[in-house]
């Protein structure tokens, strides 16, 4: 059968579906479940930290934590002119709000290095309220509402990403401010084997380009 554009086609079609088969392996895992957090990042990861926030910090725009962590409150407002300990540690605790007009639009928090894994408990999580935002598989952001996550305004929320990530963000989901406390934050280094099995991009595109041209090859010989 000689070589037609139907054989290119039909080859680069079988190479997409390769490609987005791989692709929709990739994935973030959450959880509401501390034990089923820990069990899952101690089969990738041998280093864990947590920050139980034993070391009153007083507030300010940015803090460092216990743990490395940096944790930065967007400005407006000024942390200083609010008579409330946002952004700071106090009572074993970590103390924060978001939203409204008396409190920040966002809070970033920085890990020390890039990370597989992050939970925490939270308190006082309003519904519509508090959000997290981070890039756990490399698509780009993810936002969850904390409350409808953990299923009320107390519990634990943590999530395993497919790739590292470096920061994740705190913001609101409606227009009222949310007052909101953590304890035990923690959250693994890159893992000490892949989660998954998948070929890089790169790897499954070359694979892909050669199965089809292999295709080409056996479609060109006489019949």
């Not at 957090?37 to 934590?65: G, M, Y």
């Not at 409190?103 to 925490?120: D, M, N």
């Not at 756990?136 to 999530?159: K, R």
Request: charged share 10%.
């Amino acid at each position: 059968m000689p070589f037609t554009w139907k054989s290119l086609t039909l080859a680069m079609g079988t190479a997409t579906l390769v490609l987005g088969t791989l692709s929709s392996a990739q994935a973030y895992t959450l959880y509401t479940n501390r034990a089923a957090w820990q069990a899952a990042v101690d089969a990738i990861s041998a280093s864990v930290t947590t920050d139980t926030f034993s070391t009153n910090i007083p507030k300010a725009q940015t803090i460092t934590l216990g743990s490395g962590i940096v944790s930065t409150n967007s400005f407006p407002p000024d942390i200083s002119a609010i008579p409330f300990d946002n952004n700071a540690v106090t009572g074993g605790q970590y103390r924060n709000a978001t939203g409204g007009d008396t409190a920040s639009a966002t809070i970033t928090w920085t890990f020390p290095g890039a990370v597989r894994a992050f939970g925490a408990d939270f308190f006082s999580v309003n519904a519509s309220g508090l959000t997290l935002t981070g890039n756990f598989d490399g698509t780009g952001d993810q936002t969850f509402g904390l409350n409808a996550q953990i299923g009320g305004n107390t519990g634990f929320f943590g999530v395993i990403g497919n790739i590292d990530f470096g920061s994740i963000v705190f913001g609101n989901a409606g227009s009222s401010v949310d007052g909101f406390d953590i304890d035990n934050a923690s959250f693994a280094v890159t893992p000490s084997q892949p989660p998954s099995s998948v070929p890089e991009p790169s790897t499954v595109m070359a694979l892909a380009v050669m199965a089809g041209g292999l295709f080409l090859s056996r479609q060109g010989k006489p019949c």
